[in-house]
Each structure stands twice: as C-alpha cells, then as structure tokens.
Nanobody, 124 residues
C-alpha cells in the first residue's frame, strides 16, 4: 500500500503559478504510476495528469495541456504538478492518486490510492 499527502495549494491570481507536491510513503514508490485529479464545487472529479513509474511518459487533460507539467522524483518519493497560467476555472480541490499496473488511465476508478486533497483557488 501507499499513503499520499498533498501540499502546495493556495490562493493565486489568474495568470499566476503554483506547484503542488505529493509525498508518498512506502519503499516501492517507483512501482506506482501516479496522477492528479481535481474536483470543483458541484462538479465530478476530473482527470488532470498522469505519469509513468519511470517518469518517461506523461498524459494530460486537454484543459491543462501546455500549462501544467507533472513530474516525479523517485529518490524523494514525491510527485509534482507545476501549474502555470492559472485560470479561475482551475479552482478545485486537487488530489494525488496512485496505482500499479498499466499506465495511462484517465478514469478515477483506475486509481485505488488517493490523498486527502489540497485546495487551489484562482481569483480573476
């Protein structure tokens, strides 16, 4: 099993940047593919980005492509989400997720491990 703890959320103006971090427990972090989802008030959780166990492959939602970058440091058991050019519609609770198996899934059900979430608020 793996436990996930997010940090780095906050309030930022439109056009600004934030970097989210997700620290994972356990000695087998490099075996997991990792990702980020988000949930805005009154909306369903939506896929944001995912990264393979090696970090060599990434996948993004169309809504964040070109603005967000997912990365990982297996030596630090940490995955990151660099968010640039933030928009008010990026406001949401952001969740770090993990899974073993095949990389690339964008459905929430493919990820059995979830963090508690961190709030990101983008003001206009």
């Amino acid at each position: 099993q793996v436990q996930l703890v997010e940090s780095g959320g906050g309030l930022v103006q439109a056009g600004g940047s934030l970097r989210l971090s997700c620290a994972a427990s356990g000695r087998t972090f490099s075996r997991y593919y990792m990702g980020w989802f988000r949930q805005a008030p009154g909306k369903e959780r939506e896929f944001v980005a995912t990264i393979s166990w090696s970090g060599g492959s990434t996948r993004y939602a169309d809504s964040v492509k070109g603005r967000f970058t997912i990365s990982r440091d297996n030596a630090k058991n940490t995955v990151y989400l660099q968010m640039n050019s933030l928009k008010p519609e990026d406001t949401a609770v952001y969740y770090c997720v993990a899974a073993v198996g095949n990389y690339g899934y964008t459905s929430a059900g493919a990820y059995p491990y979830w963090g508690q979430g961190t709030q990101v608020t983008v003001s206009s």
